[in-house]
């Protein structure tokens, strides 16, 4: 039984070596399909062998017990992101089956509400878990936004790397890496970009409703990342300040309290030599023997 309890790293591998066996079987339905071309091909790799490797070093650092039901949701999602990435890689070369690319992004989309339920339900949500599902969501925006600009215009890849330039910026500020607290406002605004990314894809709607509904989107993230930044910055300032304000508080008084014990002693040896008395300090003050009172006994 606590074998079953211990971090077993031949089980994992095993999970994630399936994981990128169904991602090249997409890509050879694919390119079965729609033939393919060499851009779609290499993207498609490169997405499968990033993917095998990054996640296999992170369940190496975070040493979970099992990969989990929730997990394997998203790796789902992964491989249809993959999918995804192929194709819009292999429209640069021709026009991709739009039918096909709505299709694996709305199941994409769909299941994207579907792992964090599974892992509640069955106990198994984890840090890494979340930062997986994370990771899947902002890269299934950045290759749509991609595709969407090719016909929109290319300010649309701003919603596609905004997320990725705020990591950039949080390793030279690292106070926005503070955890936020939660907001239903921010998940709306998240989950939007993909669906109207999607909807803009799609060409169901007149060139001018395309750019307008992408630029609200545009609108809706700048707001969401604003109002982030800003109370990372209030509350993290504050944070900052208020751990430094009582060190040097703390050192100052430290200070202080050493120059007066050497000030003292010093006027005591001054004393003792004038005087030619033995003298105590009481309060900070210099009294000669003569005037102290008698010590109370315990008993």
Known sequence: MALNNTYDARILAQETTVGAGVQLLLLALLGAGIGMGPAGWLTGLAFAIATWAVLTRALRRSRPRSFGPANRVTLGRAILVGGVTALVADSFRSSPPVTLLVGLTAVALILDGVDGKVARRTGTSSALGARFDMEVDAFLILVLSVYVAMSVGPWVLLIGTMRYAFVA???????????????????????LQGVILLVAGSGILPHEATVGIVGLALASLVWSFGRDIAWLWRTGDRKLLGARKPVERTAERDGVRTAERAVTRTVECAAERTLGRTVVRHAGQVIPSSRRVPARSRA
Not at 170 to 191: D, E, F
């Open 169 to 191: 910026a949080a390793r030279v500020m690292p106070w926005l890496n503070a955890a936020l607290p939660h907001s239903m406002a921010r998940k709306t605004v998240a989950a």
